[in-house]
């Protein structure tokens, strides 16, 4: 099972490699769409062995929030993968050594966690500096969340995936995949 926000896109994604893949829609800013993907997948019963969380947007140009007001690349980076891994913890538990993935980027030096603001209530919004805690927020998840799931054989990475040039994620910025 794949969560997808678009999916007629996800769709035609996976007929390209195959198919036999089922997508179900869900929404990294939308607590409740997460909450319904993953309560599906865990009434499954199945084992989840990998959560590759991967969906991200960088630099908006203008500051947007999500229905809960939270900065929306905060929001969709960082928020969403984090209740999601939570959501599906009996499933990766079930798995019996399963690992979660962040991707992150070489963008997590652009700025930490501003935990004093991480919403840009009190502080002029940079598109680069909000992507930037974003990402140091992934990092940050991935090493404590490996702390916290050693005992049960969770293990937690963060990774930069490399360039990005045939992807869509630079499109806030003019840089077209």
């Known amino acids: 099972m794949v969560p997808a926000r678009d999916v007629e896109r996800a ?7 195959g198919g036999g893949i089922e997508i179900q829609s869900m929404d990294l800013t939308d607590p409740q769409s997460i909450d319904d993907f993953a309560g599906d997948f865990v009434a499954t019963g199945l084992p989840l062995h990998i ?20 900065e929306l690349q905060f929001s969709t980076n960082h928020l969403g993968h984090f209740r999601l891994a939570l959501r ?9 050594g399963a690992r979660v993935v962040s991707v992150s980027s070489a963008g997590h030096r652009f700025s930490p966690v501003v935990f004093d603001d991480i919403n840009f209530e009190r502080r002029d919004y940079d598109p680069f500096n909000a992507y930037g805690q974003s990402k140091t927020a992934n990092v940050l998840f991935a090493v404590a969340l490996d702390r916290r799931g050693k005992d049960q054989r969770i293990r937690a990475f963060a990774l930069h995936p490399g360039g990005i040039s045939s992807t869509n994620l630079g499109a806030h910025v003019g840089w077209k995949g």
């Open 11 to 17: 769709r035609r994604a996976v007929a390209e490699v």
């Open 51 to 70: 959560l590759i969380n991967n969906a991200g947007i960088m630099a908006l140009q203008e500051l947007k929030r999500d229905a809960q007001g939270n």
């Open 88 to 96: 599906l913890w009996p499933a990766l538990v079930r798995a019996g």
